[in-house]
């Protein structure tokens, strides 16, 4: 399938799934709206549960292209707190320009509650690893504490991301872009809290 029908598949799925909810979306309404044949469809998808899953990772790999990747081990001490801000920036406006995105990661926390071992769970699993190599690299750089057991660190890092992320999904469309930036900044300084040493 062609990069340009399988996007086009991808943002009609994320749409019906932000219309019908998840049990109620329909494959039949996704082929008809995308514009491919049902046999297209099965040909690359085992099924809805699969075509939900690639869609998770189609954004997360559509992110990571667009903001020209991350990495961590380039951050010194004076860089790594705003960079990272910089990445939740590059999420919010890559969000922005891609309005179904934010259905996908919808998405992704629905399916992340609803089964274990999912792609939902996999990618989470992911970014968990992802998170603490950020952390241990910003503990050596002495911009992050050490004073906690780390995965009591990681765990607490990772369930305020997710409570900020799950709250910028649900809360999306009430808030313009200033307001967003706002929060992004918010968000930093809860995560600040968590992570900076105490002196």
């Known amino acids: 399938m062609s990069t340009e029908r399988r996007d086009r598949l991808f943002q009609t799925a994320a749409e019906e799934l932000a219309t019908q909810g998840y049990d109620g ?25 699969d075509l939900f899953g690639q869609l998770i990772q189609s954004v997360f790999d559509h992110f990571v292209r667009d903001i020209g990747g991350f990495d961590y081990r380039t951050l010194t ?3 790594y707190w705003p960079e990272i801000e910089g990445l939740f920036l590059k999420g919010v406006a890559f969000s922005e320009r891609n309005p179904w995105s934010v259905h996908a ?20 699993a992911l970014a968990e690893n992802w998170v603490a190599s950020l952390l241990r690299h910003g503990t050596m750089l002495g911009v992050v504490r050490s004073d906690l057991p780390e995965g009591l660190l990681i765990q607490s890092v990772m369930a305020l991301v997710e409570v900020c992320d799950r709250y ?16 992004v900044a918010q968000q930093m300084h809860l995560l600040k809290r968590v992570c900076l040493p105490s002196d």
Not at 37 to 44: E, H, M, V
Not at 168 to 183: I, M, P, S, V, Y
């Open 77 to 79: 001490a004076e860089t």
């Open 168 to 183: 910028f999904l649900e809360t999306w469309g009430q808030h313009g872009q200033l307001e967003r930036r706002t929060l």
């Open 25 to 49: 979306a329909s494959l039949n309404r996704i082929i008809e709206r995308a514009g491919i044949g049902k046999s297209s469809l099965y040909y690359y998808f085992d099924d809805k549960r």
């Open 105 to 124: 990661g919808q998405l992704f926390y629905r399916l992340r509650a609803r089964e274990k071992g999912g792609s939902a769970s996999g990618l989470f």
